[in-house]
């Protein structure tokens, strides 16, 4: 790996990784340093790490740590993420006596308020000991919303019932992105700075048809209605077995609807065992996956892998994910991501 090609010289777009403090000291640090530009917090900036258990806004050191290393490194972060249905405190969702919030008026003004403190906590929390967004600031994106899109085809709207839909209905989505655009773009941004930080929706399985049309007419109806959307995420949790073509074929969906797009979260699985001859199988899946993401590079914000070593990958039980082992050596995916053998 020493002498291997830094990989991100080898893209013409930022390409991240998501990680948490482990790997900002030591050769993981090193590591992540020589061949990437970019990090998302892969827990720690999400709703539940934000609160402590008196529902007090309580930055975690976790986040303080990245925000420090990406700043002393010179490196990108992606944030990650505002409004989400998972990992997030129950009691968002629940008046103070423990009962649910309804979709009254009442309770999604209550619900709404909620969104717009947490979303304006962040952002001041984030402005304020690095700086403003814009100027010597690494936030450089945030994931607004994650995941809104159902994963079957039986609502008219698409729209995954979740906790915020339920009250909210499809309007949380507009108001997150609005109360973002303020917070993060105007309020606590730079003089003179021009929308510093990209504000994208993400979800998973955009590379699979029905899920896919369903992201789409989303992203088409936002864009109607003039919600600041600035970027469409795909995660890209695939497998050996799903076509590159079908990431590739995401991407080009969305390049016309005139937003920037980002690889959010990749990683490739190879099935159990694990072999020498998978992962050799998974070298050439990364170097054709990468040869497609070089080819669209001007529509791509950033791609980032979701873990640095395969040992922390959230997907390690379906088989080895990411492009370097736990002794941080690089895998064949590694050279393939970077282009060569
Ligand atoms: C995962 C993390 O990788 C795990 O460590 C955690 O236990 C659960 O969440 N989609 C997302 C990410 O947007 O936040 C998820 O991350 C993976 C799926």
Do not use: C
């Not at 039986?154 to 209905?169: E, F, K, N, P």
């Not at 080009?252 to 159990?272: I, K, P, Y």
């Not at 070089?294 to 791509?300: I, Q, S, T, V």
């Amino acid at each position: 790996v020493e002498d291997a090609v830094p990989l991100k010289d080898t893209v013409d777009f930022p390409v991240g990784v998501a990680i948490d403090s482990r790997e900002t000291t030591g050769a993981a640090a090193e590591l992540l340093t020589r061949h990437f530009d970019q990090i998302t917090p892969e827990n720690h900036m999400k709703p539940e790490a934000w609160y402590d258990a008196d529902r007090v806004f309580t930055p975690h050191p976790e986040a303080i740590a990245l925000m420090d290393f990406a700043r002393d490194e010179g490196l990108r972060l992606y944030g990650h993420v505002l409004v989400w249905h998972g990992q997030t405190p129950a009691w968002f969702f629940e008046h103070d006596d423990g009962t649910p919030l309804t979709n009254s008026e009442a309770d999604q003004a209550i619900l709404a308020e909620r969104m717009r403190t947490h979303i304006f906590a962040v952002a001041e929390y984030l402005s304020s000991g690095w700086g403003a967004f814009g100027a010597e600031n690494p936030l450089v994106a945030l994931d607004v919303v994650n995941e809104v899109i159902d994963d079957g085809a039986q609502y008219a709207d698409g729209m995954r019932r979740s906790r915020w839909y339920d009250v909210l209905g499809e309007e949380f989505v507009d108001l997150a992105f609005q109360y973002a655009d303020e917070a993060f773009n105007h309020v606590y941004a730079a003089d003179g700075a021009d929308r510093p930080v990209t504000l994208f929706i993400n979800d998973y399985n955009t590379e699979q048809a029905g899920k896919q049309d369903r992201y789409a007419a989303l992203v088409d109806r936002l864009l109607a209605r003039g919600v600041p959307v600035d970027g469409v995420g795909h995660q890209f949790h695939v497998s050996l077995s799903t076509p590159v073509s079908a990431l590739a074929g995401a991407l080009d969906r969305f390049a016309d609807v005139g937003v920037t797009q980002a690889v959010t979260e990749l990683d490739v699985t190879t099935g159990t065992p694990v072999t020498d001859a998978l992962l050799v199988d998974q070298g050439y899946y990364y170097r054709a996956v990468f040869d497609a993401f070089r080819e669209r590079a001007g529509e791509l914000f950033s791609v980032s892998v979701w873990g640095l070593t395969d040992g922390r990958s959230w997907r390690v039980d379906s088989g080895a994910p990411l492009l370097f082992d736990d002794a941080l050596q690089a895998k064949p995916a590694f050279h393939g991501a970077a282009g060569g053998e």
